[in-house]
């Protein structure tokens, strides 16, 4: 359910959003929020840096992790003008946020231009990852840290 806390800051989402059309940049705002308290901003600047990750998310994500000095931020939620596209929507799970507020949905439809293809060396792949994360576990258990 939605509060006014989350208009509160889905407002200043949209100050962003409204910072980067001003810069010549898609409106795109988001701002991180963790106990009720600002921890990231972002405002699209891809023209600006010459960046095609220069999103919003991305940059708020980034300056929440400098500020928290971890990339989890568990707990937190994102508030975003619009919609996500995946390449955010992914680092917004990558980074553990809790939750995602979203004003506006993205219309326009992903560029189905790209060819995806799968499952090239997968098995080898697989063993990389189990064999680190086993590793990872050990060593854990080694030092008697929570696995």
């Known amino acids: 359910m939605l509060s006014d ?54 940059l708020a994500i980034n300056e929440a992790s400098e500020q928290l000095k971890n990339w989890r931020l568990d707990g937190a939620t994102i508030y975003v003008s619009l919609e996500p596209c995946p390449m955010c929507l992914g680092a917004i799970k990558n980074s553990r946020i809790s939750r995602l507020v979203f004003a506006a949905s993205d219309t326009s439809s992903y560029n189905n231009s790209t060819i995806i293809e799968k499952g090239l060396l997968e098995k080898e792949s697989v063993e990389i990852l189990q064999k680190f994360f086993r590793n990872v576990r050990r060593i854990k258990e080694d030092s008697g840290a929570k696995a």
């Open 5 to 58: 806390e989350d208009r509160k800051w889905m407002t200043q989402a949209l100050k962003l959003a409204e910072n980067a059309a001003a810069n010549g940049e898609v409106p795109i705002g988001a701002i991180i929020v963790l106990n009720e308290k600002q921890i990231g901003t972002g405002q699209n600047r891809m023209e600006e840096l010459q960046n095609a990750t220069a999103h919003a998310e991305i």
